[in-house]
């Protein structure tokens, strides 16, 4: 796949066409922006560009924060560094914790600001462990508490309750994500916490037009595609590619990172029977599993693994899951969207019982009340977070257009999303 930084100003205008329908009112073609103009974009750049409005600016760098994540993250993304990630951003915040609680017990600024980082480590690492090789080779299901906890640490900072109760209720949450981050890094084997991920490249065929590539994704609200499932005896079943919570990267050839749900099918429409994906994967290693986790919080045991193949059985597909719920072929938050199959019967509508669409015109949507420990409930409290602290802007500030100045004013944020 081409690096992001290489792209000429087409393929830029071809990944910003993809973006949210809020944000295609925008001359994209008339920027001429190269791949590595369009990774340095800030909100003065954009302001130079004639985005003002601060929630469309937010949609268009929360893409490009993505494309970042992908460039950089390769060949340097394992579970030891997204845990001493957390680890760090953890000990950071609870530093903070008894300056910044002021005499009423509102947080100050400055740890709202290492409040959302934490979160948004903390929904990375959730989001690496929910990969096969640790959610089905080996058992790391006890380190899902940290989504729990970090729930309950934005509810804390927000609570009306005497400081001193506070703080130690804030503190208390942070010394227990702390100790599972010492725990997956002192009990973990080298190997595991040294993987890096990959691109792996993807091809699914149909074997006659009618059959469904049988596919099943989730997406999340910050537009992050995965692989939740395969339908029993079909293209994808069968490619031993293809690996459960596996990150869809590019769609016949067309980089949909940070794309939201309906660009993505548009993608995926292009030609239901032939699909040429990139992945983002954990390969999973040649050596024999390992032992799980070994931490206090941990009562489950390593999965019963009968075979050596990368390939789970129809059971382990669907125990396999990013939003915990009773029905694990359903994520459970409706935000999320619940998964589709890429199975198309010639009218074009899905054909598979086993998913459901996520569009209003669809014959049925599976809608679940939300738990807590999911990747994309944590990705929820990081937004909460920001609105209640709207200075805090995570994007780097690298001035493309200095000579522009703000004429106009910053507009009114974007809710929509």
């Given at each position: 796949m ?6 000429g100003?087409?393929?830029?205008v071809?990944w910003l ?9 925008y ?8 791949g ?12 130079a560009l004639g ?10 760098l ?14 340097t993304?394992n ?9 760090t951003?953890?000990?950071?915040f ?15 600024p400055?740890?709202?600001?290492k ?8 929904w990375?690492?959730?989001?690496w ?7 089905q080779v080996?058992?790391f ?11 309950e ?13 506070k703080e130690?209720q ?13 725990a997956?890094l002192?009990?973990s ?15 699914l ?11 099943e ?39 949909v990172v940070?794309?939201p ?17 990139v ?12 032992s ?6 941990s ?19 669907t125990?396999f ?8 072929k ?17 009218d ?10 996520p569009?209003p ?9 939300e738990?807590?420990?999911?990747p ?14 709207p ?9 493309m ?6 004429e ?5 944020r974007?809710?929509?999303r």
């Amino acid at each position: 796949m081409e690096p992001v930084a290489s792209w000429g100003p087409g393929t830029v205008v071809a990944w910003l066409r993809g973006l949210d329908d809020l944000v295609q009112e925008y001359p994209f073609e008339d920027w001429v922006l190269t791949g590595s103009y369009l990774l340095q974009l800030c909100p003065r750049s954009l302001e130079a560009l004639g985005v003002w409005h601060v929630g469309h600016q937010e949609l268009i760098l929360d893409g490009v924060e993505q494309l970042r994540t992908l460039s950089s993250g390769l060949e340097t993304e394992n579970l030891r560094k997204l845990t001493e990630q957390l680890r760090t951003l953890t000990h950071k915040f609870c530093s903070l914790v008894p300056a910044c609680l002021g005499a009423s017990g509102e947080p100050a600024p400055d740890l709202l600001t290492k409040a959302i980082e934490l979160v948004r480590a903390a929904w990375a690492l959730l989001c690496w462990l929910n990969r096969y090789l640790f959610s089905q080779v080996n058992d790391f299901s006890a380190c899902q508490e940290i989504g729990d906890l970090c729930r309950e640490l934005a509810q804390a900072l927000q609570e009306d309750y005497p400081v001193a109760k506070k703080e130690a209720q804030i503190l208390r949450l942070g010394d227990n994500i702390l100790s599972i981050c010492d725990a997956i890094l002192n009990f973990s084997p080298d190997d595991l916490l040294d993987q890096l991920a990959v691109l792996e490249p993807v091809e699914l065929r149909a074997r006659h037009p009618e059959e469904p590539l049988g596919l099943e994704i989730l997406t999340t609200s910050s537009c992050h595609h995965f692989v939740s499932g395969t339908t029993p005896e079909s293209p994808a079943e069968s490619c031993s590619q293809i690996l459960l919570g596996d990150e869809i990267v590019q769609v016949n050839g067309q980089v949909v990172v940070g794309w939201p749900r309906a660009s993505l099918d548009r993608q995926l429409l292009q030609d239901p029977a032939w699909l040429r994906l990139v992945l983002k994967t954990v390969p999973v290693p040649k050596t024999a599993p390992q032992s799980p986790l070994d931490i206090s919080c941990s009562q489950s045991q390593s999965p019963d693994l009968a075979s050596s193949s990368p390939r789970t059985s129809e059971d382990k597909a669907t125990a396999f899951v990013f939003d915990q719920s009773p029905d694990p072929k359903f994520p459970s938050s409706p935000e999320a969207g619940p998964t589709i199959p890429l199975a198309w019967g010639s009218d074009g509508a899905p054909n598979s019982p086993s998913a459901a669409d996520p569009y209003p015109a669809a014959p049925s949507v599976t809608e679940e009340t939300e738990t807590h420990r999911s990747p994309e409930s944590l990705d929820k409290v990081s937004r909460e977070l920001r609105r209640k602290s709207p200075q805090v802007w995570p994007f780097p500030e690298v001035d493309m257009y200095p000579e522009v100045e703000n004429e106009d004013g910053e507009g009114a944020r974007d809710e929509a999303r």
